[in-house]
């Protein structure tokens, strides 16, 4: 990609009225990109289940490299429903506070990524539980770093 830029991560969502809409964008960034470089989506949790399921089928033949907060965060076994109907890896967890959310999350099957956000989770030692509850469970570890330079350090730090 043009500026040797690797991954590349887009909103969807609510915003776009309807899923077919935001996989006509989804699908219209990959042919401009091509298959060279990740493309990630974040639905900020706006989809509903079935919303997010329809998601799912309309971009199933894109590759997506991982589907963010298709669902509201506190929608565990929501969050749970739509991964086990996709082939996309599910992330989630910037919202979490605790690695007891998280534990959650593994044992009822709702994720595929977890992206705790040190800034919210509690700090560096929270998110490296986290880490380690992750990897418990073969799940990859991707955080969350949204709050400037400090919360990126402090990412860079749990990935150590």
């Not at 969807?12 to 060279?36: F, K």
């Not at 089928?57 to 490299?65: E, F, G, N, P, V």
């Not at 963010?68 to 989630?92: C, F, Y």
């Not at 977890?114 to 490296?128: H, N, V």
């Amino acid at each position: 990609a043009k500026g040797g830029f690797k991954a590349l991560k887009m909103r969807v969502g609510a915003m776009d009225g309807a899923p077919h809409l935001s996989a006509a964008r989804v699908r219209a960034a990959r042919q401009a990109i091509g298959p060279e470089v990740d493309l990630m989506v974040d639905a900020h949790g706006t989809y509903t289940v079935a919303e997010a399921k329809r998601f799912i089928q309309l971009t199933a033949d894109l590759d997506l490299a991982w589907f963010e907060e298709p669902v509201i965060a506190d929608d565990k076994p929501g969050m749970a429903e739509v991964r086990a109907s996709s082939s996309t890896s599910i992330a989630t967890g910037e919202s979490e506070a605790t690695r007891y959310a998280f534990r959650d999350l593994a044992v009822l099957k709702s994720a595929d990524i977890f992206q705790p956000d040190p800034a919210f989770c509690g700090g560096i030692s929270e998110a490296m539980k986290i880490g380690t509850i992750a990897s418990a469970f073969n799940l990859r570890f991707a955080p969350h770093l949204w709050a400037g330079a400090p919360c990126f350090f402090a990412g860079l730090h749990v990935c150590a």
